[in-house]
């Protein structure tokens, strides 16, 4: 453990002078005068990885992070040395290796100093453990900010603060507690205006503390396992976030369905509760896609059974809110009930299936079924038993979704909230103790599950929901935040929350809105729903024990202010969808803090409650009772206010009207911006018509609009839509371009292009090079043509 008393480094252990250095491919291997090995990997010009042993030999290298599909190859290559150092050159970047004491420093090519050693690499010898407490100390650089880290609660920039990674079940968790459900040890350093990463591969508890407890110093270790990192030049944040993404995996395209409002409860039940819920959505007029069964559909909560008095046709209730439009979504924890009678416990029992303590019986744990045995999930063989155990209620009862809970492991009536440290595992044939497992077992049940679910659900797309996630789960699944509180600090947190996950690589993430615990007034659940609604997973969600939270369980005002958001939410569904597709292609995060937005901009450094939400939309929630407003930061370039289409000019804090109908938003000049009808669900209507709504800019602006068949894979096979949009604007004219590629054909003929802030008064309109005079504004400022134009030219006075 790092402590203040460390400054004198007590029985820490450092590497001595380098013996050797060689260099095989893309590999050098460096050994110390003590032993210390030093591997270090380039895997692109821009990102290195360092990996470091104390006994003169590596493990086996393994990893349930990286993604087989990430990106390696660099343009340039080479090492000198000098009487001090090995330097090691790429396109990108200088790193610099102290020969006498393995301290580096990483400068980019522009000689900026990114990233330096402090003490560098260093351990101790845990005798608690028997085994290595590896440890990396870095300077901090003038003025650097941290961001990343996953579900941290706090202030979006972690400078000051120390953070642990070790997933825990925190019912009602609060503000700054940590740590909670996700690993994700990850972070993005910024200074000098240019951004780093630095991911810390290692799944036993993690430490970061920056600046902390030293005000210059930034420093990360583990309580055991290799000091292994990779890190990763921007010098855009952006650039960090793709590249940290591109290495732990995208997500394939969810379901558009997924992507829709979802309503749960802990729970709906019987059957008749669930259809009423579901019926009254469809007649109050309010969207919705999905509805949810928690724990109480299972018979006596054993997974993968139904409760047959409250759900005596399961496959008739589900099919029959299909036909009204709701896909079902089911949860599955992993503790499965010990119960000599239930097939599945005796099947996993018989397979030797089990998780088992060091000294042999198997691991028992309470959870909400009683006493349980848990699958352990680092098995390949138990993954793939899992996956199959969909069969049934995917492949034949119809469920559409699957959300799995509980998999910290959580477990009930220990002070540890989990499994004893001795548990062990096989770890994909690495056999381990929970120690070195506990961070990854939820991500690998969801990976499971993800098979399975995939697998039935086929030819459609799987929807996977986790609570405890390592990096890289985003490759299988989306998540939510957990068990938070129903009060105004939690809305701020719920920001926070959304904001900093979408910067660690998983972008497919919400929170309960209207808070799991407690009960909201509807004011709180207002202005919760208008912040939800930018949450790219989108879910009321709570406890039921402190009172209703559908849509009209406050009052009409309310009711009509969760519509009309919801509404506004499956208008944008194709801009929402646009976003998937650049966050699953190219890893970009979908929604976009403020100093992601704009890192030059030093005054984004600590804005916590703005956000863009895609690349054009800014968002700020109201976080107070009784608001009329608010101030907010509106940064740099003309944004649009979207309620009254007045344009302000950014860079400065503004107070901005929003009383309880209105969240403050603002739409960046020269977007276009997609929509659809509203839609009671995915899929209910023929869309006769895709909209763009466009922002008058003089100069020039772009947008992209991804579309396919909303589920299925034909998407992979070329047939999806993507349109490319051009805008330039001057002060007399407008023209817009359009270039599409992919094979899908959309069902629409039409665009409709409505114009915001056209500061002049249009006298011709030419289409594809013609002037056409049949093409008329329908009022003031909206145009329906031909969805193949390639260009539109408005002509004014
Ligand atoms: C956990 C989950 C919560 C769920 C409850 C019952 O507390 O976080 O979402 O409703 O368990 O399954």
Known sequence: MITNTELERKGNQFPGPITTFSQKADTFNIASNNGVLLQITVIRDSMFRFRYATEGNFPPDFSYALDKNATHGYNHLEYQET??????????????????????????????????DEAGFHWEFSYEHGSDIVKMSKHAQKMESYYGLGDKPMHFNLKGKRVENWVTDQYAFGKDQDPLYKAIPFYVGLHSDKAYGIFFDNTFRTFFDFCQERRDTTSFWAQGG???????????????????TDLTGKPEMPPLWALGFHQSKWSYYPENNVREVASKFRELRIPCDAIYLDIDYMDGFRCFTWNNNYFPDPKKMIDELEEDGFKTVAIIDPGIKIDKDYDIYKEALEKDYFCKRADGPLMKGKVWPGECNFPDFTNPKVREWWADLYHELIGETGVHGVWNDMNEPAVMEVPTKTFPLDVRHDYDGHPCSHRKAHNIYGMQMARATYHGVKKYTYPKRPFIITRSAYSGAQRYCSSWTGDNVATWEHLWVANQQIQRMCLSGMSFIGTDIGGFAEQPTGELFSRWVQLGVFHPFCRVHSSGDHGDQEPWSFDEEVTNIVRDYVEMRYELLPYLYTMFWEYAQDGIPMIKPLVYFDQEDHQTFYRTDEFIFGNDILVCPILEPNAQGRRMYIPRGHWYNYWSDEVVEGGKELWVDADINKIPLFVRSGAMIPKYPVQQYVGEKKIETLTLDV???????????????????????????????????????????????GKFVTEYDTITLKFHGLPFKVTAIELDNQLDTSIKFNGEATLEITKDFTELHLIGE
């Open 83 to 116: 009487p001090d150092t090995y330097i090691i050159k790429t396109a990108k970047l200088v790193l610099h290796i102290d020969r006498i004491s393995l301290k580096k420093r990483i400068y980019d090519i522009d000689g900026t100093l990114i990233n330096e």
């Open 226 to 244: 290799e000091m292994n990192y990779y890190f990763i030049y921007g010098p855009g944040i952006d650039r960090v976030v793709s590249s940290y």
């Open 695 to 741: 922002y008058y800019k003089e100069g020039k602006g772009k947008a992209k609009v991804y579309e396919d068949a909303q589920d299925g894979y034909d998407y992979k096979k070329g047939r999806f839509s993507m349109r490319s949009f051009k805008l330039t604007g001057k002060s007399n004219e407008l023209i817009i371009q359009q270039h599409k590629e």
